[in-house]
């Protein structure tokens, strides 16, 4: 597959910016996603699951998000973990 592919009950804030080749998914049973306000994610990074992703955060190219992300940090790896306040 190629594009950008967001599950229709995610929830995204103001100012985000999507790079290319980004899936956001909820994960079973329905469960959404939720992305803050001024937000990066990077290329082809994945957002699965009932994950909340704080204000202000960075998620790093080719990350795998399943957990919960604070705010004004920055993510990044396989399964993400937070490698840095912002």
Same mark, same amino acid.
């Given at each position: 597959? =190629?594009?950008?592919?967001?599950? *229709? !009950?995610? $929830?995204?804030? !103001?100012?985000? #910016?999507? !790079? ?8 079973? $049973? ?7 306000? =001024?937000?990066?994610?990077? %290329?082809?990074? $994945?957002?699965?699951? =009932?994950? $909340?992703?704080? @204000?202000?955060?960075?998620?790093? %190219? =080719? %990350?795998?998000?399943? *957990?919960?992300?604070? %705010?004004? #940090? ?6 993400? +973990?937070?490698? +840095? @306040?912002?």
């Amino acid at each position: 597959m =190629n594009g950008i592919i967001i599950g *229709h !009950s995610a $929830k995204i804030g !103001s100012n985000v #910016t999507i !790079s290319q080749q980004v899936t956001v998914m909820q994960g079973p $049973k329905g469960t959404c996603v939720e992305i803050g306000d =001024n937000v990066i994610l990077g %290329a082809g990074c $994945k957002i699965i699951g =009932n994950v $909340k992703i704080g @204000d202000n955060c960075i998620i790093g %190219a =080719n %990350a795998v998000v399943t *957990h919960d992300i604070p %705010a004004n #940090t920055v993510a990044a790896g396989v399964p993400a +973990r937070v490698i +840095r @306040d912002l």
